[in-house]
């Protein structure tokens, strides 16, 4: 999955940077006082170098949340992988899984299976949803092919079925999404180090770039 914008794989790239310095720093417990530049000892104010170095943090995150294509192109594709792919809701609710439902909702294909019609054929499934429905409730439309009733009707019947998936299944296909074909790349993998680096901020009070110690430098 490749994004065209440059812009947006550049933020993505510095934000990815900052987001594994600072994880490095938190992880190490760094505590920043000086830096050696070509034999030059330079000194700083350590909890100073961390505001700045949040600053610039939080401007990439802004620019990279702004530009993020979740409505388009992340949305999208995710929709095709989960109502499309064999690995999303197909997995779970097909022709042959809800073959029972479908029966008992058209008394043709019921008459087909029961008489076993020599041209009785699945022929394709569709799932799609209705504007306004949740991702969880989705509709079946499932083709079959048959002899027909004999008063000259075509061949081919459709038969439709409302299900609803559980938010548990929804949210495992798009973790499962996340690993497969995103790889955690291109849109989400960078929000992933933000959100360590976020715990580090406010659950550890010993690391110099914490909550904690800007707190306390402030009341000095």
């Not at 994880?23 to 505590?31: D, S």
């Not at 999303?88 to 899984?97: A, D, I, K, Q």
């Not at 306004?132 to 048959?146: E, I, N, Y």
């Not at 009707?153 to 074909?181: G, M």
């Amino acid at each position: 999955m490749e994004i065209d914008d440059n812009d947006f794989y550049v933020v993505r790239k510095n934000l990815n940077i900052l987001s594994v310095l600072i994880l490095i720093l938190a992880f190490a417990n760094a505590k920043l006082q000086s830096i050696n530049f070509l034999n030059i000892q330079i000194n700083f104010d350590g909890n100073r170098m961390y505001i700045a170095i949040f600053i610039g943090y939080l401007y990439f995150l802004w620019r990279f949340i702004t530009k993020l294509p979740l409505r388009s192109k992340f949305w999208n594709e995710f929709q095709q992988f989960y109502m499309v792919s064999e690995r999303g809701v197909r997995s779970t609710h097909n022709e042959n899984r809800d073959r029972q439902d479908l029966i008992d909702k058209s008394p043709r294909l019921k008459k087909a299976v029961e008489e076993n019609d020599d041209f009785f054929r699945f022929v394709q499934l569709s799932i799609f949803r209705f504007p306004g429905w949740p991702l969880t409730k989705l509709r079946l439309s499932v083709t079959f092919t048959s002899t027909g009733n004999g008063n000259g009707d075509s061949p081919n019947f459709t038969v439709d079925h409302d299900i609803r998936v559980s938010r548990v299944f929804f949210l495992q296909k798009l973790i499962s999404f996340c690993f497969t074909t995103d790889k955690f790349g291109d849109y989400l993998f960078p929000l992933i180090p933000v959100l360590f680096n976020i715990c580090f901020f406010f659950f550890k009070p010993e690391w110099q770039g914490s909550l904690h110690q800007f707190l306390q430098y402030n009341n000095k």
